[in-house]
């Protein structure tokens, strides 16, 4: 199972970019990278996946270096609305598969 | 709505009772999810099924713990003799899984346990 860190908080402002950066040292070959948002009391949300490069849909981009044992998500000039819990999630789903959350980033984005 | 349902969204149970919750996935998914949340964690992997074979069972928590799939649709939860430690939020997650590649997991809103 791919272990992955990530910092327990951050802050940020409105109109800022912002960068959530998930280390995943001991990825496997055929692990996709997932990131999700979750706001209190409610489900966890897809926001992007990838395996390698760049991945960019029209909330976020992910970037994924080429030994792919970290991945950062971007999102573009946050809101109020954008504070939450974002989670990395690291495996393959067609093997024995586990899915492993870490506890994620609290995000929190000021006026 | 097409999206992962669960019910109830709340239940409040004494010590010892038994309690079973429905997740209700999107209607072409295959994949279907069971986890467990507490406060400032992660979700916790459960167990999960592909239509209705259980393919991963051993993180259930306890014998307590059962969860069925009957006709690779709805999923029940079933927490026998409760405590007051499963006292958490219970999510279901549903996919649609072609053999290969990544996946996207639809979570449904939760079932909110607690336990006198």
């Known amino acids: 199972l791919a272990k992955t860190t990530q910092p327990i908080s951050m802050d940020s402002y409105e109109g800022q970019e912002v960068n959530i950066t998930c280390s995943h040292n001991?990825?496997?070959?055929?692990?996709?990278i997932t990131w999700y948002q979750q706001f209190p009391s409610q489900g966890p949300r897809f926001i992007i996946q990838g395996y390698k490069t760049k991945v960019t849909n029209e909330v976020a981009s992910l970037f994924i270096p080429a030994d792919r044992k970290s991945s950062t998500l971007s999102l573009p000039r946050v809101s109020l609305s954008d504070t939450a819990v974002y989670y990395c999630l690291v495996g393959e789903a067609g093997g024995s598969y586990i899915p492993t959350f870490g506890r994620g980033t609290s995000l929190i984005v000021h006026p | 709505d097409t999206g992962v349902s669960q019910n109830p969204r709340h239940k409040i149970t004494k010590r010892g009772q038994n309690v079973t919750f429905r997740c209700d996935p999107i209607?072409?998914?295959?994949?279907l999810y069971w986890y467990r949340q507490t406060l400032g964690q992660g979700p916790e992997f459960l167990t999960y099924f592909q239509n209705e074979a259980q393919l991963e069972k051993s993180r259930l928590l306890s014998d307590r713990f059962s969860a069925e799939r009957p006709k690779g649709s709805f999923s029940t939860l079933e927490i026998q003799r409760t405590e007051q430690g499963d006292s958490a939020m219970y999510l279901c997650?549903?996919?649609?899984?072609?053999?290969?590649?990544?996946?996207?997991?639809?979570f449904g809103p939760g079932t909110r346990l607690l336990v006198l």
């Open positions: 997650a549903s996919s649609f899984f072609t053999g290969t590649g990544g996946e996207t997991q639809y």
């Open positions: 209607s072409e998914h295959n994949r």
């Open positions: 001991n990825i496997a070959t055929n692990d996709y």
